[in-house]
């Protein structure tokens, strides 16, 4: 199992475009084909270039010809989120059952600090002089 977000993902294989990578573009996306389970959060947090476009489908399309499974995470709709993947790559996660689980609820941040009946934490002076 292996978890990241879009960011990472796209900063990985950006980073090979560089004379200096350590690995190539293919080897960056080949990296994200071999987990049992990917974990992909944050999906519309980037800013929806072509280039981010391009890597995610590269990445999401080698993980649906290996039929290996995939969970994106994210806090937008259905469109939007098509918007950011491409209807292609949509398609492709849905195939076979993936469902499209709406969670649109309040952000637990927002809520914490938001509702004054919550105690607020505090957190006592830690006293360490260093190691023994």
Known sequence: ??????????????????QEADETEEQAIRAYRTPDLLILDEVGVQRGTE?????????LGLRYEHM???VVLGN???PELAAHLGDRVVSRLQEGGGPF???????????????????QRKVPPVDWEGPP
Request: aromatic share 8%.
């Open 76 to 78: 937008c709709s259905e």
């Open 68 to 70: 290996s499974p995939t």
């Open 101 to 119: 689980v709406v969670c649109n609820w309040l952000d637990y941040r927002t809520k914490v600090h938001a509702d004054d009946r919550l105690p």
């Open 1 to 18: 199992m292996h978890f990241t977000t879009v960011s990472r993902l796209v900063r990985r294989v950006k980073s090979t475009y560089s």
């Open 51 to 59: 280039t981010e476009r391009l890597i995610l489908t590269d990445v």
